[in-house]
């Protein structure tokens, strides 16, 4: 992180955001243009199809106690040891997460705030929009920024007798849930004991069969929510392809901090799409909130994989944009009516003309060590590290931010004698608003040929 700052400049010991100071330490990994995103809050702009699909799946969940402003920043303990993450858990990496010191981090997910939220115990439901962040690919359906909505329900045991079992109250809630006739695989048990284990110092597998059918029909009716907006944005379109029949298939899971677990995936153009993870929680998490009483279920979805199926927006990089023919298109409801579905008029996003793409090559050898499989990155961070994909994404979105649709390895050698390895990595350049001159995109591979040498110690081919 020091090369952020001139040489000459000493780094700094602090860093404020939005008015909070945390320390710095050799940890910081997170480069200012990834800082810069956190004011945007798309979530809560008007107008922005992040916000509308948001509230249209708030919608399905009127009792749920909303929040949707708590900050970015959170501790190692937050995102990771309070879910019961292992120490070693490859999601902690800094090649996958965002520091700014050893105990602080940019969340990776909203499941960071589970723990205080049950602690706070302020409903029996609740439901938590925010932007997260990751190091991660660079393709049309991840970006280092996005957005998820947690949502989690409990029932407290207090509540209930032998007369009136747990179970039975719950199914009970079931059955209260509309129905609808959506075609959904589940080919799976409930519980399987290797794969995706009951709780059995704590939950009845009647218990579990109960709060999966309530989690699993919750879900599917956000999904179908969604996707009847969809289709009535389609209607009056010739889309043939958005009057097929909505596919959804439930798939197992595992999460650290649920089990069982299980993901929702939608089939969309031509190919299943994962759009949630969920499962029961973990009774440690209650139970260590203060709450050894309440059980229930929690899912985290992603708002953007949401917003693609709903308005057929084809590429992440969209949501970002402050281009008018993107923002203009999408509009709320206006006046503060009733929270029904149906005052929702989703209109499908009119793609504005695509403009060319521009691929570029870079090839190059990694740092030579002991092992021929990695190279070592320069210990500017007084850590030496193992070369990782992703640090080859966060140096292309410095550079180049959005004007890269996708990064794709495309070759990748080791030579024979010296044992050095070799990949090759095509950079498509492609703006989403004009245009690109040769000129313009040479330059900015210069650049990035430039900044893998000097940051990742790499030797260009
Ligand atoms: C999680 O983040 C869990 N916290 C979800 C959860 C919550 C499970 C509560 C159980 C209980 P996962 O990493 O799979 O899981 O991300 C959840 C969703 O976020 C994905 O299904 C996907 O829709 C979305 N998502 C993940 N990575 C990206 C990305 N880079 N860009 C856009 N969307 C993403
Ligand atoms: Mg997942």
């Known amino acids: 992180w020091r090369r952020y700052y001139s040489a000459k400049e000493s780094p700094p010991k602090t860093i404020t955001i939005e008015g909070r100071t945390y320390p710095l330490d050799s940890h910081m990994n997170t480069p200012p243009a990834i800082l810069a995103n956190i004011p945007r809050r798309l979530h809560l702009q008007k107008d922005h199809p992040l916000s509308i699909t948001r509230q249209i799946i708030e919608s399905r969940f009127p009792d749920h106690k909303r929040h949707n402003a708590l900050f970015p920043v959170v501790s190692v303990h937050q995102n990771f040891d309070s879910l019961g993450f292992a120490p070693d858990h490859p999601g902690r990496a800094p090649s996958d997460t965002y520091y700014i010191n050893k105990d602080t981090v940019l969340r990776t997910h909203t499941s960071a705030h589970e723990a205080d939220t049950f602690r706070a115990n302020e409903s029996a439901g609740y439901l938590i929009s925010a932007d997260v962040y990751r190091r991660d690919a660079v393709d049309r359906s991840h970006y280092p920024v996005f957005h998820q909505m947690e949502g989690a329900q409990t029932w407290d045991r207090r509540n209930f007798s032998p007369y009136v079992s747990l179970a039975d109250a719950i199914w009970a809630d079931v059955e209260a849930l509309p129905k609808h006739d959506i075609d959904v695989e589940d080919p799976n048990p409930t519980i399987h004991p290797e794969r995706n284990p009951l709780q059995r110092a704590h939950h009845s597998p009647e218990e579990v069969e109960a709060i999966a059918a309530h989690l699993k029909r919750s879900l599917e009716l956000v999904v179908v929510e969604i996707f009847t907006h969809a289709q009535r944005a389609a209607a009056g379109t010739d889309e043939t392809a958005s009057r097929e029949p909505l596919r959804v298939r439930w798939v197992e899971a595992f999460f650290p901090f649920t089990s069982p677990s299980w993901e929702l995936e939608v089939f969309w153009q031509g190919d299943w799409l994962e759009v949630l993870g969920c499962g029961v929680t973990k009774q440690d998490i209650l139970i260590d909130a203060g709450v050894p009483e309440r059980v229930g279920w929690a899912f985290g979805l992603g708002l953007e994989r949401i917003a693609m199926l709903l308005f057929d927006i084809p590429d992440i990089r969209l949501f970002w944009s402050k281009d008018a023919r993107f923002l203009s298109q999408f509009k709320e409801p206006d006046g503060k009516g009733e929270e029904s ?121």
């Open 341 to 461: 579905g149906m005052m929702w008029d989703v209109k499908r996003f009119q793609s504005f003309s695509k403009y060319p793409a521009a691929p570029r090559d870079v090839a190059f050898w990694l740092p030579s060590t002991t092992s021929p499989a990695g190279g070592q990155l320069p210990a500017t961070s007084g850590v030496p590290r193992q070369f990782h994909e992703n640090d080859v994404m966060e140096v292309v979105r410095e550079v180049a931010g959005s004007a890269v649709e996708d990064v794709r390895l495309v070759d990748e050698f080791v030579h024979p004698k010296t044992g050095r390895k070799s990949l090759c990595y095509r950079v498509n350049y492609r703006s989403l608003e004009r245009t690109f001159t040769a000129e313009e995109v040479n330059a900015l591979h210069e650049k990035l040929r430039k900044r893998l040498t000097e940051d990742l110690g790499v030797e260009l081919r």
